[in-house]
């Protein structure tokens, strides 16, 4: 599977970005799907989560109420809504998709990771 994310840019705090995820090579509708950001300087953590089939949903502390996770299997796309942006926002944010549940994802267990996208919020 290649992940390929995309959407990230410049914003001012308190505006809203959306970023997609395009999968090749396999479909993703089998596979949990989620968003991890890293700050230089800083480990990469976990951000949003979706499990295969959409119903269950996962999300870091920081981003609960602003960041929206959703998937279109027909389209092999997941995508982040993100609102209220804040500049502790900033960071590269990846793409990333499991074979497993969900909940493996979210604690770092990831068989395919994207090229990241880079998102800056201004304060």
């Known amino acids: 599977v290649q992940l390929q994310a995309s959407g990230g840019g410049l914003v001012q705090a308190g505006g809203s970005l959306r970023l997609s995820c395009a999968a090749s090579g396999r479909s993703i509708s089998t596979y949990a799907m989620g968003w991890f950001r890293q700050d230089p300087g800083k480990e990469r953590e976990f951000v949003a989560a979706?499990?295969?089939?959409?119903?269950?949903?996962y999300y870091t502390d920081s981003v609960k109420g602003r960041f929206t996770i959703s998937r279109d299997n027909s389209k092999n796309t997941v995508y982040l809504q993100m609102n209220s942006l804040k500049p502790e926002d900033t960071a590269v944010y990846y793409c990333a998709a499991s074979g497993g549940a969900a909940q493996l994802l979210v604690h770092g267990g990831v068989d395919y990771w994207g090229k990241g996208t880079q998102v800056t919020v201004s304060s």
């Open positions: 979706i499990s295969w089939s959409g119903a269950g949903l």
